[in-house]
């Protein structure tokens, strides 16, 4: 079976920087995955890890380490239309699907 | 612009009666997929199709039916059978080989049950 953990939820103030865990238990692996969603819209990819290490996109990075089956997405320089829904995704051994985890609901305060 | 359209953004549906949700895309992504996420969860896949006219069961695949005629479509029915059909619909696609690019989403179906 597939799992990932992360948490429900997170807040942070403007400004500041924020990390999101990710841990997953899966039968096969083949990268993660970062997505954001805000309220009733639909998801938009952030970021895609295959190779342990930091991969960087702006004010976004996302962090993997295959032996500990962990990342974490970190967002610095926070802003109030950062607060969405961030969810990691698991891509799986076959590169064919990808399943995701339950989200973490990130909000921003002033 | 390429992208991935749903239809329709709201849909009401009566108990016992089938539906079908459109989702379109001119991206000519050869891998298509549907979730579904309920309120406060995550994505669950449904269905996917990396090929015209071949796709395989997600992890709750149970009273729902695909097909993919056509590259370019890939229409999801949701059955009399899914017992609890209320909930938002996304549809998804890929370059297929490179779904490490991510996917594209479409804006998504909301439906309920009355």
């Known amino acids: 079976g597939q799992s990932l953990e992360q948490p429900s939820e997170v807040t942070a103030v403007e400004g500041a920087i924020v990390q999101i865990n990710c841990t997953y238990q899966?039968?096969?692996?083949?990268?993660l995955s970062w997505y954001q969603q805000h309220d009733g819209g639909a998801p938009t990819f952030l970021s895609y890890n295959a190779l342990d290490g930091l991969e960087e996109t702006g004010r976004f990075s996302s962090f993997l380490s295959r032996s500990d089956s962990y990342g974490y997405l970190l967002l610095q320089e926070l802003q109030m239309k950062d607060s969405a829904s961030y969810f990691c995704a698991v891509v799986d051994s076959s590169a064919s699907k990808i399943i995701f985890g339950s989200g973490t609901r990130l909000s921003i305060r002033p | 612009d390429g992208g991935i359209t749903q239809s329709p953004k709201y849909l009401f549906r009566k108990e016992g009666q089938n539906v079908t949700l459109s989702c379109e895309q001119n991206l000519n992504h050869d891998a298509m997929y549907w979730y579904r996420q309920d309120p406060g969860q995550g994505l669950r896949l449904i269905y996917y199709s990396q090929i015209v006219n071949d796709f395989q069961k997600g992890d709750i695949a149970e009273g729902y039916s695909v097909s993919r005629e056509k590259k370019e479509s890939f229409p999801l029915t949701v059955t009399s059978a899914q017992k609890n059909p209320t909930a938002f619909y996304l549809c998804?696609?890929?370059?297929?080989?490179?779904?490490?690019?991510?996917?594209?989403f479409g804006s998504g179906t909301r439906l309920t049950v009355v």
């Open positions: 899966t039968s096969g692996f083949y990268g």
């Open positions: 998804a696609s890929s370059t297929g080989t490179k779904i490490t690019h991510g996917y594209t």
